[in-house]
């Protein structure tokens, strides 16, 4: 079969990064185009990376040349671009969340299982070395039964505009921690119960547009290992990832809250700096993603995250929000 020809559909951060793996690191994959409604931005980067560049996704889907969409645009775009994409017969990689919502998560979950197109979500951390092994430590049995999980994930700071916005995002469960929901539910099991606490510490914009900033999330999982979720969207050193895994036989750490490649020691003790943003910490998984996802369409077999993942990431979310509102334990649909 030939290259799996793609269009990179946003050009934010993300879908930069996506756009330039596919361009170079991807084996059996070809960046075919690029597509953004700012046309500049679509313009330098097409230039930069010698693909066609689009404004227009409408005209971009028209396109026979291609494949498959890398969706890379803001959640609350996401139903109706998968839609004209699977209805174009492009398979799709959509950048999570799924959706914003729990009725346009589900009207996404429909159209993929009709469509016959392979379709991933992309929660990279399935596909990152570290939280790999973990799963692998888990399901050896070596160290025994899951009794509990915890995620810290505090980021650099708070997102602006539409993903400052709950109706647009998904809020904080959604935008920023349903990564940790996806690695928890991966290595652990389904979540059947949650229990949040919240507020507003650290952004005006996020709590005027009615978002949460800082949040506690208590866990119960199906196989009644518990666990504990810690999400902020500003920490004053930099991006700050922790997970742990406790066993009856032994725990499992993962990611470092400083970065330890170097260290500067004077006579007040030996000082880190912060880890870099998640561009840099996963980015072999991100890479990892695309090879897999690429190879799922070659082989005609189902990607590892499925549509019906993303939809439970939803569940779980707008079971945390009745949690909040509610002010106590809520299982999850």
């Known amino acids: 079969m030939h290259a799996i020809k793609y269009l990179v559909a946003g050009l934010g951060r993300i879908g930069r990064l996506h756009a330039e793996m596919l361009k170079t690191s991807i084996p059996n994959a070809e960046l075919h185009a690029v597509c953004d409604v700012v046309e500049p931005l679509a313009k330098s980067v097409?230039?930069?990376l010698k693909v066609r560049a689009y404004t227009s996704y409408?005209?971009?889907?028209?396109?026979?040349?291609?494949?498959?969409?890398v969706i890379a645009t803001p959640t609350f775009l996401h139903k109706e671009m998968t839609v004209k994409a699977l209805e174009a017969g492009k398979h799709v990689f959509l950048e999570k969340p799924l959706a914003p919502s729990l009725p346009d998560a589900k009207e996404i979950a429909n159209r993929v299982k009709s469509s016959g197109l392979k379709?991933?979500?992309g929660y990279m951390r399935r596909f990152d070395h570290y939280y790999r092994?973990?799963?692998s430590l888990v399901e050896s049995g070596a160290l025994g039964r899951v009794i509990s999980f915890t995620s810290i994930a505090r980021d650099p700071s708070p997102p602006p505009g539409w993903a400052a916005d709950p109706q647009l995002s998904g809020g904080i469960f959604l935008d920023q921690l349903s990564h940790d929901f996806d690695i928890a539910r991966w290595i652990v099991g389904e979540v059947k119960e949650v229990y949040v606490v919240g507020g507003n510490y650290v952004s005006e914009e996020i709590k005027t547009k009615g978002d949460l900033d800082v949040v506690s999330i208590i866990v119960k999982f199906?196989?009644?290992a518990q666990g504990f979720i810690h999400g902020a969207r500003r920490n004053t050193f930099g991006y700050d990832l922790r997970t742990e895994i406790y066993c009856e036989k032994g725990t499992i750490f993962v990611g470092v809250p400083m970065d330890t490649m170097m260290s500067i020691g004077t006579g007040n003790g030996v000082s880190y700096g912060g880890v870099a943003w998640f561009e840099k910490r996963f980015l072999e998984a991100y890479m990892e993603e695309l090879r897999h996802f690429t190879s799922a369409i070659i082989e005609d077999e189902e990607p590892l995250i499925s549509v019906d993942d993303g939809l439970r990431l939803v569940e779980i979310a707008e079971a945390c929000w009745r949690s909040y509102r509610e002010r106590k334990p809520v299982s999850v649909s």
Do not use: G, T, Y
């Open 222 to 224: 199906n196989n009644d």
């Open 58 to 69: 409408d005209k971009a889907l028209s396109d026979p040349e291609i494949d498959a969409v």
């Open 46 to 48: 097409a230039e930069r």
């Open 119 to 121: 379709f991933m979500i």
């Open 133 to 135: 092994r973990a799963k």
